[in-house]
């Protein structure tokens, strides 16, 4: 053998090794184009909270390989058949991914006691890891290092959709993936990132699923406002429907939207009052009624000089609240009603009475010592029979994060807020 021939017999060899490395998996998946969002501040926040993979316990879902040539293989299969990944570097993977196409993805993984984000999240998103191919191969080769690896990874998820304000499942739908790796450090840990990368564009891909998470897409109330009368006629009842439950439960509302959540009421039919700091620059926010219903809901008009707003929702059959046609005295007994701190609170009545009349920067406030906390702004203010007498603004909080309420809240009246058409709405 010459001295050229023995130079290429490690290049010969390492060819060799490689070929009869095969790490192939029975399965490949095609890679989508993922559907690319409207970049603007209508898209949803998505949270991914949990990849569990369950499958068929101690049935062979891949093999490892060993030896030069990777000559020594061994079949694998799970201990358990339902057991959760490790959502650490899948996150990023996730994330990534949806970042690419321009959605939201709040939530981070390393805090493990509670994630304020996830209260921002308009949907949960979890997946089920229903079929997994795993085929590693460590070559013992000279030209290698200890541990490195080439893998081939195939997998099957079935994706789920939570709407948390709905509080319910809104979609499913499965996608594949699949990825090959060449011997590297880390080779089999990158393999299953790329398929999980792929498995995540063939979801970003499906159109019913950008249509669910885009505020583009979602269909906007159609309103009447031809006349200015409109939501004037019938705003006063005679009497107040009474603190009875059913109809609070199908008059009030939580409001969600990128800023927060508040509480609106509806005045008329299919037209809810609200504070213009509850609904902030959007153009559409989630309307989530006490009892249940939830509705998208458009911003019709707003007043940010007197922090109001209306919205509309496409359902005009539910009974309104009654207005109060006068103004409280001081003493009497009034009812604050809302989703204070938190949503899962909605439907919240607590009891004050009215502490004073005040002016501030030159308009009227209501000051009652009834309960409210973040959240309840927008939400009516009522007396014994049910008259909304004034709607919530606004409260002093002191202690730990400013959530001690000291009893001093104010309230708009009633009856000096723009609730109509045919009064003035200036935009700000």
Request: proline share 5%; with cysteine; charged share 20%.
């Amino acid at each position: 053998m010459d001295v050229r021939s023995f130079r290429i017999l490690p290049v010969v060899l390492l060819a060799l090794a490689s070929s009869a490395c095969s790490t192939a998996t029975s399965q490949t998946a095609t890679k989508e184009a993922p559907v690319t969002a409207p970049q603007f501040e209508g898209t949803r926040e998505i949270a991914l909270t949990k990849i569990v993979a369950k499958m068929p316990r101690y049935e062979p879902v891949g093999f490892f390989a060993t030896g030069m040539f990777c000559q020594y293989t061994v079949d694998y299969s799970l201990d358990n058949d339902r057991f959760e990944l490790d959502l650490d570097p899948l996150h990023e993977v996730f994330k990534g991914e949806f970042e690419r196409v321009n959605y939201k993805v709040v939530g981070d993984p390393d805090k493990l006691f509670g994630d304020p984000d996830l209260d921002d999240a308009d949907y949960f998103i979890a997946g089920i890891v229903n079929d997994l191919e795993v085929n590693i191969c460590f070559p013992s080769t000279m030209f290698n290092k200890p541990g490195d690896s080439k893998a081939d990874v195939y997998l099957e998820v079935e994706w789920q959709v939570y709407d948390t304000f709905r509080q319910e499942l809104v979609y499913e739908v499965e996608t594949r993936g699949s990825a090959a790796t060449e011997v590297s450090r880390s080779g089999a840990e990158r393999a299953l990132d790329q398929a999980f990368s792929v498995a995540v564009q063939n979801l970003l891909a499906q159109p019913d699923f950008h249509r669910l998470m885009s505020d583009a897409a979602a269909p906007a109330p159609v309103v009447d406002t031809s006349s200015r009368e409109v939501f004037a006629r019938d705003l006063r009842a005679s009497d107040g429907t009474g603190l009875n439950n059913e109809p609070l439960t199908g008059a009030v509302a939580v409001l969600k939207s990128a800023t927060g959540h508040g509480t609106g009421f509806l005045i008329a039919p299919g037209i809810l009052l609200t504070n213009a700091h509850v609904v902030g620059g959007a153009e559409t926010v989630k309307v989530r009624f006490v009892d249940g219903a939830a509705h998208n809901g458009k911003i019709i008009r707003k007043n940010t000089y007197r922090d109001t707003a209306l919205v509309a929702i496409d359902d005009t059959s539910r009974r309104h609240l009654a207005m109060a046609t006068y103004s409280p005295d001081t003493g009497q007994e009034v009812y604050s009603y809302g989703a204070p701190l938190d949503q899962g609170f909605s439907g919240t009545l607590r009891r004050g009475i009215v502490s004073t009349h005040r002016v501030m920067g030159g308009q009227e406030y209501l000051q009652s010592d009834a309960p409210v906390n973040p959240g309840n702004s927008g939400g009516p203010l009522l007396d014994e029979a049910g008259n909304v007498v004034a709607v919530s603004v606004s409260g002093i909080l002191l202690g730990q994060e400013r959530a001690s309420n000291q009893g001093i809240n104010f309230f708009i009246p009633i009856d000096s807020a723009p609730i109509s058409l045919d009064i003035g709405w200036p935009s700000s």
